[in-house]
């Protein structure tokens, strides 16, 4: 099993990013596919949620109308495209797959908004 983020970066504030995830190793279609970040010295927090195959989502209220979780299960790949980026919203970010009997977690990435 993997997941493995891409993406992340340096970027002024207002700017954009998007994170991609690609999985391997299970049925991607399948699992609950979750974003989360840490900022230093904080807990991890889930930033996005999606359903599996391509349900219904939802957002930590600090980044709803500015993030947009996305899944394609064909690609076996999830996406979280990140608009007017704030300083706060520097963290490592990682990718999440979930069931009721499976959790898997990427290695994580850095997104730092910083002018």
């Known amino acids: 099993v993997q997941l493995v983020e891409s993406g992340g970066g340096l970027v002024q504030p207002g700017g954009s990013l998007r994170l991609s995830c690609a999985a391997s190793g299970f049925t991607f279609r399948g699992y609950e596919m979750n974003w989360y970040r840490q900022a230093p010295g904080k807990e991890r927090d889930l930033v996005a949620n999606?359903?599996?195959?391509?349900?219904?989502?939802t957002y930590t209220d600090s980044v709803k109308g500015r993030f947009t979780i996305s899944r394609d299960n064909t690609k076996n790949t999830m996406y979280l495209q990140m608009n007017n980026l704030k300083p706060e919203d520097t963290a490592m970010y990682y990718c999440n797959a979930k069931t009721a009997w499976y959790d898997y977690w990427g290695q994580g990435i850095h997104v730092t908004v910083s002018s």
């Open positions: 999606m359903a599996s195959y391509g349900g219904s989502t």
